[in-house]
């Protein structure tokens, strides 16, 4: 199997004429030309901008994205296209908000895959998908599968091939650790990795968070879990006529589960038991 990460690539630092700091990136289907108002900021963006992909020799001239990030009196400004996204008091809120608009544009911009709203790691080989929306809880259970030993494809994008195979979306967890603010979190700083090779789909846990709960979850059959992959897919990717196939394919040979959890520890160590991985 190819390496996923032949579709994307990340250029070496280069000066541009006003003396900013400049790199770029090819991720799947959108070249990116970042511009940093200086190396704190650069070191910072090349730290999180899909930081495992392999470096090549020049920022595009004429990219699909412009991502810009400046020192202000106030903090940092984060602009996109020569539009401001967000202002920022902190670098690392500043990095964030570069990782969240780059999601945007990049996914949406996306032909190569379908992509799905889901957590996703790799065990022993064997896909796991964890799909939901936002405040699911899908970053928590990713982060504490990793912790575990899995590798991190994703825990907001889940990439699908026309083979039904999961591919790495590989920027960093966005973890809010009991807080209303999210943290950008490398695998490595759980012990962890990315994932490099795509992986057939073992299993499919559709599981809601429900504060105080016990685990209370029972087996779903594929054609639900196939409606719910469609359901947790963007708006403008599920007018695509390929979606269903890819998604009947992802489910085919997937157990299927759906239900509740709390506890994150105890929803980690059910799903292992599971599975079959101690």
């Known amino acids: 199997m190819a390496a996923i990460f032949v579709s994307a690539s990340v250029t070496l630092l280069s000066m541009t004429s006003r003396g900013s700091l400049v790199f770029g990136i090819h991720a799947f289907d959108s070249s990116i030309r970042v511009e940093c108002g200086d190396s704190e900021i650069r070191d910072a963006l090349v730290q999180f ?5 392999p470096h090549c020799e020049s920022a595009p001239p004429s990219p699909d994205v412009l991502l810009s990030v400046e020192r202000v009196a106030e903090g940092f400004r ?3 296209n ?3 996204a967000a202002s920022s008091a902190t670098l690392h809120d500043a990095a964030l908000a570069a990782v969240k608009a780059l999601d945007d544009l990049v996914v949406h911009r996306m032909k190569m895959f379908c992509a799905v709203h889901a957590g996703a790691v790799l065990i022993e080989e064997t896909a ?10 899908k970053s928590s259970l990713v982060a504490e599968l990793l912790r575990r030993g899995a590798s991190h494809f994703s825990d907001e994008y889940a990439l699908i091939d026309s083979q039904g ?3 790495s979306y590989p920027r960093p967890l966005l973890l ?3 807080s209303p603010r999210q943290s950008l979190v490398l695998p490595e700083e759980l012990s962890a990795r990315f994932a490099v090779q795509p992986a057939r789909v073992g299993w499919i846990f559709a599981l ?9 979850v029972c087996e779903m059959s594929q054609g639900e879990a196939l409606m719910l992959l469609l359901h947790n897919t963007p708006h403008e990717m599920s007018q695509s006529h390929d979606m269903i196939e890819f998604f009947v394919r992802v489910a085919a040979n ?3 589960y759906r239900g509740q959890r709390g506890d994150v520890v105890e929803a980690a160590t059910k799903i292992l038991n599971l599975v079959g991985h101690k």
Do not use: E, K, Q
């Not at 901008?49 to 992909?53: C, E, Q, R, V």
């Not at 796991?128 to 809880?137: D, E, I, N, Q």
């Not at 809601?208 to 209370?216: F, M």
């Open 49 to 53: 901008l899909f930081p495992p992909l």
């Open 78 to 80: 984060v602009r996109i």
């Open 82 to 84: 020569n539009n401001l």
């Open 128 to 137: 796991l998908l964890f799909p939901g929306s936002t405040h699911a809880g």
């Open 165 to 167: 195979r999961v591919h």
């Open 176 to 178: 809010r650790n009991g």
């Open 208 to 216: 809601d968070y429900v504060p105080g709960s016990s685990w209370d």
């Open 254 to 256: 997937a157990a299927c």
